[in-house]
């Protein structure tokens, strides 16, 4: 069996600088030789691994050096183009996850839509789309509500049924901190959807439920997929000469606090570190990265009047959809966006987001100037008898 290709300590050290001082404070009695392996159907349910290849092994053997638990040998990677491709798009039935998933069509790419409806711009974009015989990229729409998992394997069990698999996966469905799941309206009082005592006891925040649970989930079943590949799929192993891509958006949410907005805030702030702790899969074939955008011109913004108050719209700029989705697309095709890169999206301008000490957004597109009415509101909100109870029934 094959040794997994993990990233050398130089290359990883960018990423996890805690690897290496962690391994500098190893004793010298317990340094050890640990033998890392592709651990058959990753992912996958109930599967056993035979105890002799199981190999985990702990047995010194020579002084320790971090290289040990970090081999791997140089490695070129292919070039990837989104032609000739398959991709799936949760959310996509709106914004900038319908005007990626434009262009990834515009680019011969098949896209499998997933959301819970489609606007009348997404539908068109169905129709033109949906049969091709065999000329250019294909489209279908899979009616999903992402926080139900069964939904989410259903998403990718029909995309390898119509297309052979995915060779990109965008977890984009998310929501802005709406009323009905919002922190300033707890579960059980009268504004809020959330579960406030559910019959098995476990609760929900739906907002974290889309904006994380769900692309964590979706990650999941990606590396599942492309290190378990179907014996009739072989084509989605995915190796450093047959990358795979996984297209995460996060936020400059993602970068600062907001009072108004706190589960939105954590929920972006937990992508960019998922995004960031998943780089070492780029030794896999595997590269996963995001974007950062900032305020965007869609309908999350535009059709919510309990938003769009924050903003100057004499002052405050938009970001465009069409200029996230194309960072979305440098993330699959540019080979200097590499695995961990988080790409903030301000109104022209375009940058990756530091891990450590990065001066944060600053550009046009980077705030709403009017914040402080929302923040003014959940002060009046803090002041009603009674907050945070729920409400007697």
């Known amino acids: ?57 702990t047995t010194p053997t020579r002084p320790f050096k971090t290289d040990d638990v970090l081999q791997r040998t140089n490695t070129e990677f292919s070039p990837f183009s989104v032609e000739g491709k398959t991709a799936i798009v949760t959310g996509a039935g709106s914004g900038i996850n319908y005007v990626f998933a434009k262009q990834l069509l515009e680019r011969n790419c098949n896209v499998l839509l997933a959301d819970l409806a489609l606007r009348p711009e997404a539908q068109a974009l169905i129709d033109q789309y949906s049969a091709n015989a065999g000329r250019t990229a294909r489209a279908i729409f899979v009616k999903t509500d992402v926080v139900q998992w069964p939904d989410l394997d259903a998403v990718f069990t029909t995309a390898d049924a119509e297309f052979g698999g ?56 990606a590396i599942s997929r492309w290190l378990n590949p179907s014996p009739t799929s072989p084509h989605m192993k995915a190796t450093p000469a047959n990358p795979k891509r996984i297209v995460h958006i996060s936020s400059v949410a993602g970068q ?40 965007i011109k869609t309908p999350l913004w535009t059709e919510h009047p309990e938003k769009l108050k924050m903003l100057d719209t004499n002052v405050d700029a938009w970001v465009e959809p069409e200029e996230v989705a194309d960072a979305m697309m440098r993330c699959c095709e540019d080979e200097a966006v590499v695995g961990g890169w988080v790409l903030e999206v301000l109104k022209g301008t375009t940058r990756n987001v530091d891990w450590r000490n990065d001066p944060g957004p600053t550009g046009e597109g980077a705030d709403a ?25």
């Open 1 to 57: 069996m094959a040794a997994i290709p993990v990233p050398s300590s130089r290359a990883l050290a960018q990423h996890l600088p805690s690897v290496r001082r962690a391994a500098a404070l190893v004793p010298a009695a317990s340094r050890c030789h640990i033998a890392a392996t592709v651990r058959p159907q990753w992912g996958r349910q109930a599967v056993s691994v035979p105890a002799d290849r199981r190999t985990f092994s």
């Open 166 to 221: 995915a060779d990109i996966v965008c977890p984009g469905a998310g929501v802005y901190e709406p009323h009905w799941s919002n922190f300033w309206h707890p579960p059980g009082t009268a504004r809020s959807r959330d579960s406030a005592s559910p019959a098995n006891g476990i609760g929900h925040y739906a907002t974290l439920d889309i904006n994380l649970t769900h692309p964590i989930r979706c990650t999941q079943l």
């Open 256 to 295: 600062t606090p907001g009072f108004s907005t706190p589960l939105y805030q954590a929920s972006k702030h937990a992508v960019s570190g998922l995004i960031r702790s998943l780089a070492p899969l780029d030794s896999l074939g595997i590269r996963v990265n995001g974007v950062a955008p900032g305020v």
């Open 369 to 393: 100037s009017n914040r402080a009415t929302t923040i003014a509101e959940v002060y009046q909100w803090l002041a009603e008898p009674g907050w945070g109870a729920p409400t007697k029934k």
